[in-house]
């Protein structure tokens, strides 16, 4: 937005406005005040040209299935893309004191190495290939791997289709676990993500102290139980444990499946 501007009005209401060609969400009232806005419109401009191409492959997506979309489907063999995107939110938000825990826990594990160091709890998660038809739809996902990054680690370790649709400053000031399909990673779209910040894990008590983890993250973490020192050491095993033993028969299926073809 430039000077001439005034809340939703224009000062010059004959003039035509310039419109930015590439994203189509700025607006400008001459070529001077648009190049002088080019570098603080960069970063945005660039976002919501992403944004325009993912809508762009949705829109197509969606047009090529809408006939069958009315008809009687498989969503649990065939799932269209909202299929596992409300799949994968019943599965996050099913695991969600799950997830903060392991955050917990594995920030405890290295907290006075890197008490300092934010980092975020990165978790690859995948859909189970053919969940049994009597499945929950939270129950069919399995997670591949768990680590803690910081920012500038995770942006790398993250799938290229994702490393610049998510700007890292909005992970940053994210309040819930954030959640993102992975694209662009072959026509099934089984893959998928859940991130776990210290904002969202602030109001998680951690495992032997009373004190909320935004205070524990800053100091040593202190042990009183040897219990207390394998479940903070084994956090990764515990929670995949966890997701497996609660999913059970969906994952179990595909081990199996996978198991048989393995053997033959």
Avoid at 48 to 72: G, I, M, N, T, W
Avoid at 154 to 165: D, E, F, G, I, T
Wanted: hydrophobic share 40%.
């Amino acid at each position: 937005m430039c000077s001439a501007f005034s809340g939703f009005s224009f000062e010059s209401k004959g003039k035509k406005l310039l419109m930015c060609s590439a994203c189509k969400d700025a607006w400008y009232c001459n070529r001077e005040c648009q190049l002088a806005d080019r570098k603080e419109h960069k970063l945005p401009c660039s976002l919501r040209q992403l944004h325009l191409k993912v809508v762009e492959a949705d829109d197509v997506e969606h047009a090529l299935v809408a006939p069958q979309a009315s008809l009687p489907r498989d969503t649990i063999k065939k799932p269209l893309l909202t299929d596992f995107a409300e799949e994968f939110h019943a599965f996050a938000s099913r695991f969600r004191l799950d997830f903060m825990e392991a955050f917990v826990l594995a920030r405890a594990s290295e907290l006075q190495a890197s008490p300092e160091v934010p980092k975020v709890l990165y978790v690859r998660v995948v859909r189970v290939k053919n969940p049994a038809t009597s499945s929950k739809p939270w129950s069919r996902f399995d997670i591949r791997s768990a680590d803690l990054y910081t920012f500038p680690e995770l942006q790398k370790a993250m799938p290229r289709a994702l490393q610049n649709v998510t700007p890292l400053a909005a992970l940053k000031a994210s309040e819930d676990i954030r959640q993102e399909e992975i694209r662009a990673l072959g026509h099934n779209k089984r893959m998928a993500m859940v991130i776990v910040s210290a904002s969202s894990a602030s109001r998680f008590s951690g495992h032997g102290t009373t004190e909320p983890f935004g205070k524990v993250m800053t100091q040593p973490y202190v042990l009183s139980e040897p219990d207390d020192v394998e479940t903070i050491m084994n956090w990764r095993e515990r929670l995949i444990a966890t997701v497996r033993k609660k999913c059970g028969r969906a994952y179990i299926e595909e081990a199996g499946e996978r198991d048989r073809r393995s053997a033959s």
